[in-house]
């Protein structure tokens, strides 16, 4: 495993301060460290097998990992099981594909489903693509979403429309 995507990861992860992580595809070992500095974080692994089967014993979790799954699943699978993570399971999603896998995924098919890549790592022959989903920067507020633009009260029984 290359040291710097290690490294992100663990920076990452330490940035997100997660109680609760799931990981999809047997990578567990990634956060050892951020769970020997966070004892009360809590760790599921699925390392093979059905993966929603795996997801669907659990609560929502903080952050979610799926790593080496996509190349497993064909595409329609790997789509439910994204967009179930994203949409009922998990806060945060992180995706790592390696070009190895052969998984038929663009770039643009991550981000259809809201998320983006936040790095890609050079493994030698092979590399790293990482993809993020967070449900709290995945659409910015706009600016006419505030108190001053939507109803006043002052123009209560003064004006009708």
């Known amino acids: 495993m290359d040291k710097a995507f290690k490294n992100d990861l663990l920076r990452l992860t330490r940035q997100m301060k997660p109680a609760s992580i799931v990981v999809l595809g047997g990578e567990c070992n990634l956060f050892d460290d951020y769970l020997h500095s966070a004892q009360h974080s809590r760790i599921l692994c699925v390392s093979h ?29 790997a789509e439910h099981l994204l967009a179930q993570l994203r949409d009922v399971y998990a806060q945060r999603v992180v995706v790592t594909v390696r070009d ?62």
Request: no cysteine.
């Open 49 to 77: 097998g059905d993966y929603m089967v795996g997801i669907r014993a659990l609560s929502r979790v903080d952050l979610a990992l799926v790593s080496g799954v996509l190349g497993r699943l064909d595409k329609a699978a």
């Open 100 to 161: 190895s896998e052969n998984a038929p995924w663009a770039e643009n098919d991550f981000l259809a489903m809201g998320m983006y890549r936040i790095g890609t790592y050079d493994m030698g022959a092979d590399e790293i693509n990482v993809y993020t989903f967070d449900l709290y920067d995945y659409k910015p507020t706009p600016d006419w979403l505030n108190s001053k633009d939507w109803a006043h009260p002052e123009l209560y029984d003064k004006h009708w429309w």
